[in-house]
T-cell receptor, first 116, second 113 residues
């Protein structure tokens, strides 16, 4: 099974709402990632979790809060977002995020987020 | 500065024709280079991954080449199909970069009947 699943597929939220994006993988991967992708642009890395610990935060605003409850799950909690945060949010996983040799990253289908 | 540049930005070809996409990078120390295919509104799907010692790798009708000396890669698509219409992204990793990928801007390919 080389699948990364993400829920929901689409999300519309107001600027005062609190919502969460969920990501799950069952490949035994120990690194998980959140990316943000705007239209016609490449994905931008937001967070990396390695062995359930946050290893990279790319200076993401605090209105985005990641959580890794266990090695298979990754959440992204959203609060007080702005319309410019509307984008496709991608989750990815890899065998290992640390070390000298970067492993293959498997991407989920993404959550299309619209902030109104 | 680590960068990945792709050309052309967009491409339109007729079904059944071949095409080649280009990628130049300045990432150092180089670890590996990947080509991803991304359909609109979907997550990227890996086509090939090559280390510095590999100079060609195929995945069906997709063939990637890598010249580590000139820091160039190409993705050749043979006998294009309508389903090949997508964005193709070249992604490079540096050694010891804890999984951080450096993405190119992508080439948008449209295959017309």
């Amino acid at each position: 099974d080389t699948e990364v699943t993400q829920t929901p597929k689409h999300l519309v939220m107001g600027m005062t709402n609190k919502k969460s994006l969920k990501c799950e993988q069952h490949m035994g991967h120990r690194a998980m990632y959140w990316y943000k992708q705007k239209a016609k642009k490449p994905p931008e890395l937001m967070f990396v979790y390695s062995y359930e610990k946050l290893s990279i935060n790319e200076s993401v605003p605090s209105r985005f809060s990641p959580e890794c409850p266990n090695s298979s799950l990754l959440n992204l909690h959203l609060h007080a977002l702005q319309p410019e945060d509307s984008a496709l949010y991608l989750c990815a996983s890899s065998q290992d995020g640390a070390g000298a040799i970067p492993y293959e990253q498997y991407f989920g289908p993404g959550t299309r987020l619209t902030v109104t | 500065k680590n960068q990945v540049e792709q050309s052309p930005q967009s491409l339109i070809i007729l079904e059944g024709k071949n095409c080649t996409l280009q990628c130049n990078y300045t990432v150092s120390p180089f670890s590996n280079l990947r080509w991803y295919k991304q359909d609109t509104g979907r997550g990227p799907v890996s086509l090939t991954i090559m280390t510095f010692s590999e100079n060609t790798k195929s995945n069906g009708r997709y063939t990637a080449t890598l010249d580590a000396d000139t820091k160039q890669s190409s993705l050749h698509i043979t006998a294009s199909q309508l389903s090949d219409s997508a964005s193709y992204i070249c992604v490079v990793s540096a050694t010891g970069n804890t999984g951080k990928l450096i993405f190119g801007q992508g080439t948008t390919l449209q295959v017309k009947p």
